[in-house]
C-alpha cells in the first residue's frame, strides 16, 4: 500500500517530497508548459528543442492525433481535419461559434443540443477534446522531463473567459489527466511572474495584447498577498487586428484584388512577418509572389505603419482608462507587465508608457510570461514552497446574474468581486403548489438578458407545495477560486433541501464529462477498476491523514470525548476500508467521515483565524512602520 | 453546501471595535491576514471536504471584508447587528428638504451630456455627491454612538440615495471617456 504524507497546508515538506507540477498557457496560437526546477522557473522545451507548441490539431489518420508544428504540416492537405484556434470555440454555442467556424472552413455536426462539435476523419470532436490532445502532449513533455507523473498543474485562462469556457477548460485538463491545481487568469499569472522578484509592495498592470483579445488588470501587491483589483479588456482587439491593418493596406494599394481565402491567409501571414520586422527595422518589404498574379514588392515604413495600427492602439487606453477607474486608485500604478507578442510592437509600448507615466516592464519574454507565471502558482499549491508565500486574490471578471420578469438581468454578483465568493438570493412561487421553479443564469454587463451570456439553467425541486408567495427559496450562487459556480437552494420556512440540476448552456454535463473519461482507450479494462481503486484510496488516505494530524494538535481542545469517539470509530473504519478491494465502499465511508468531521475541520479554521488576528504584536506594528 | 458554522459577527472575525468608525488601513491587514488561513490555494491538497470548507469560510471573509469596507453596507450591517430589518430601513422616508435636493442633483445628471463641458461638470457634481456622503457619514455616526438607531436609519436611506446616484454619475462619467 502507498503510504501518502500530506503536509499540513502551509507547512513545508521535507526536500525529498518535492512535487511534479506544471503551469500550462493553453493559448489560441500557441501553447506552452513551464515548471519550476531548483526555485527557477523555466519553459519546458519539446525534443527538438522548441519551447512553443502550435495549438493545432490534425485528425486525419488512424494513427491517432498529430499536435503541433506536425499538424501544421498536414493542414494543406486535410484542412477540415486540422484544427486551429480551438480556443476560440471553448464553452460556446454553435450559434457564437458558427461565424468563426465558417472562416476556418471547419464542418460542424448538427446533432447534439447546440454544442460545437467539428466533423473529422477521426468522428466528431469537441472543442474540448481537441483541446485536451494539445494539453496531453504538453503533460507528455512535462512527464518526460521530469522523469515521472505530473502531481498538479495550473492551467490559464484569458481574464475575460466566462464560466462556461472556464469549465470547459477544466474539463480540457481533467481530460488529458492532469489535476488541474488552479485556473489562473492570464494576466494575473504575468503579474506573479514578475512579481515573484519584487517582495516589494505596488500597484502592478498587466497589460495583455494578445492573438484575439485585449486584456488589462490592476493588481496591488502587499504582505505577499497580490489582489487583483480590477480587470477589464476588449474580446474583439488583438494582434491579429494590426496584421488585418496591414493587409488592408496592401488591398488598398493594389487595387482591391478578390482574394481567394487561401491567398487572403498568406497576405496575413506576410504582413505578420512584416509587423515582427517593424518592431526592429525602420521599414519592411513585403513579396506579393503567389498571393497577386502579379506579384511585386511594397515597402511599408514604420511611420506608416504606426499611423495605420494607431487607432487600434488608442483602443486599447480606452479599457486602460475604465479599469483603472474600476481599481479605485487614488495615485498611478508602480510597475507595467507586458504580455504577448505584440507588445514587442515599439508604438505599443510607448504608447503604455505615456500612457501610465512609466516605462513597462519587458525582462521577461511576453510570450513565455503567462506560463512561467502558471508554473509559480502550481509550486506554490503543490507544496513546493514554505509558507509565508504569495497568496493570489483574483475577482471575477464578469458579472452573474439571473433572470427576472421581461427578460431583464439582476446581478447576484458584481463584476471585480474577490472570489471565492457566496451570495444568496430569495425566490417564491408564482401558484399554489407549486413544487418546481426554473432559474436562468447569465454573465455579462448588460440589462437584457438577450444581451448576456447564457449560462446554465437551474432546476428547483422538492419545494414544500404552499399557496403561491409563501415559499422562500433561498438559492446561494457560490463562486470558487476557479471561478466556476456551484448552486445550492433551501426552503427557508420548511428548511427543506430543494435540489439543483444544472443544465449547462454550452457545457458538457458531469456524465458526458465522465463518460468521455471512460471511453479514453487510455487504459485498458482491468487498468480501469483498478485506476478507480487507487483513486478512492489516494482521497480516503488524504482525508485520514489530514484528519489525524489536525487531531493531534487541536483534538482535545475542540472536541468533546462523545465527538472524538464518533470520528475516531468512523477513521478505524475507513482504515479497515482501505485495506480491502471495494473502491464504492471506500469511496462511500469517506464521504461519511468528512461530513462528520466537516464542523472540526470549521472549528479548527474558526481558531487558526482567531490566532492569525489576535491582538497585533508589536514587531508587527514595526513591520508595518517599516514598509 | 451547509455555511461555516460560524456565530460571531463581522467585526468579530475581523477583532475590530464595532463602530461606524473602521480603520481602514487595519481592516485591509486582517483581511489579508484571514485570507492567508482560509484561502482554497492553502487547500490545494487537503481533502475534498477541507477544500469545501475553505471556499466556504474564504467567502464569508471576502463578504465580511466588503460589508466594512464601504461606508453604506457598513452602516446598514450594524443597524442589522442592532436588530433593526431591512424591511424597517426600507420604511424610513427622507424628509422632502432632502428628496427636493435630490431631484435636483438627478436633473442636473441627466442634462449633463447636452453640457458644454459635461467632462467638467460631472467632475463637480461627483465632487458634490462626495462631499454630502461625508457629512451623512460623520451624521450617522453620531447618531448610531448615541443609540439614536431610528434616526440611523433614515440616515443611511439618505446615504443609499446618494450611493445610487453616485453609481450612475460614475457610468456616466464612464460612457463619457469612451466617447
Known sequence: MVLLNIAEPGQSPLPHQVKRSVGIDLGTTNSLVATVQGGRPNVLPDSQGGCVLPSVVNYSGDHGPVVGSAAIDLAVRYPADTLMSVKRFMGRGKADAAADATRARYRLSDSDQGLVRFLTSAGELSPVEVSADILRSLRDRAETALGGDIDGAVVTVPAYFDEAQRQATKDAATLAGLKVLRLLNEPTAAALAYGLDSSEQGVIAVYDLGGGTFDISILRLHQGVFEVLSTGGDAALGGDDLDAAVANWVLQKTGEPDLAPGEYRQLQALAREAKEQLSTQSSADLDLAGILPEGGVLSLSRNLFEELIQPLIKRTLLACRRCLRDAGLGAGVDNIVMVGGSTRVPLVRATVASFFGREPLIDIDPDQVVAIGAAIQADILVGNRPQGDLLLLDVIPLSLGIETMGGLAEKVIPRNTTIPVSRAQEFTTARDGQTALSVHIVQGEREMVADCRSLAHFELRGIPSMVAGAARIRVTFQVDADGLLEVAAREEITGSETSVTVKPSFGLTDEQITGMLQASFEYAEEDKVARQLAECRLSGWQLLEGLKSALLADGDVLLDANERQVIDAQMTALESLIEGEDAEGIRVQTEILGRLSEAFATRRMDKSVREALAGVSLDELDDEAAE | ?179
Open chain 2, 1 to 179: 453546501m451547509s455555511l461555516p458554522e460560524f456565530q460571531r459577527n463581522y467585526f468579530e472575525l475581523f477583532d475590530l471595535p464595532k463602530s461606524f468608525a473602521v480603520d481602514q488601513v487595519e481592516l485591509g491587514r486582517r483581511y489579508r491576514k484571514a485570507q492567508r488561513e482560509t484561502h482554497p490555494d492553502r487547500f490545494a491538497r487537503a481533502s475534498a471536504h477541507e477544500q469545501r470548507l475553505a471556499v466556504q469560510y474564504s467567502a464569508l471573509i471576502n463578504e465580511a471584508y466588503v460589508t466594512l469596507r464601504q461606508p453604506v453596507s457598513r452602516a446598514l450591517y450594524l443597524l442589522e447587528l442592532a436588530g433593526i430589518s431591512r424591511e424597517d430601513i426600507d420604511r424610513q422616508h427622507p424628509d422632502s428638504g432632502f428628496l427636493m435636493i435630490q431631484i435636483e442633483l438627478r436633473e442636473k445628471l441627466e442634462s449633463m451630456q447636452e453640457q458644454p463641458e459635461p467632462a467638467l461638470m460631472l467632475e463637480q457634481l461627483l465632487a458634490e455627491i462626495g462631499e454630502d456622503m461625508i457629512e451623512l457619514q460623520a451624521e450617522f455616526a453620531q447618531q448610531y454612538a448615541a443609540g439614536e438607531l431610528a434616526v440611523g436609519a433614515a440616515t443611511c436611506v439618505k446615504m443609499q440615495y446618494l450611493d445610487k446616484l453616485l453609481l450612475e454619475a460614475e457610468q456616466m462619467e464612464a460612457s463619457l471617456l469612451e466617447k
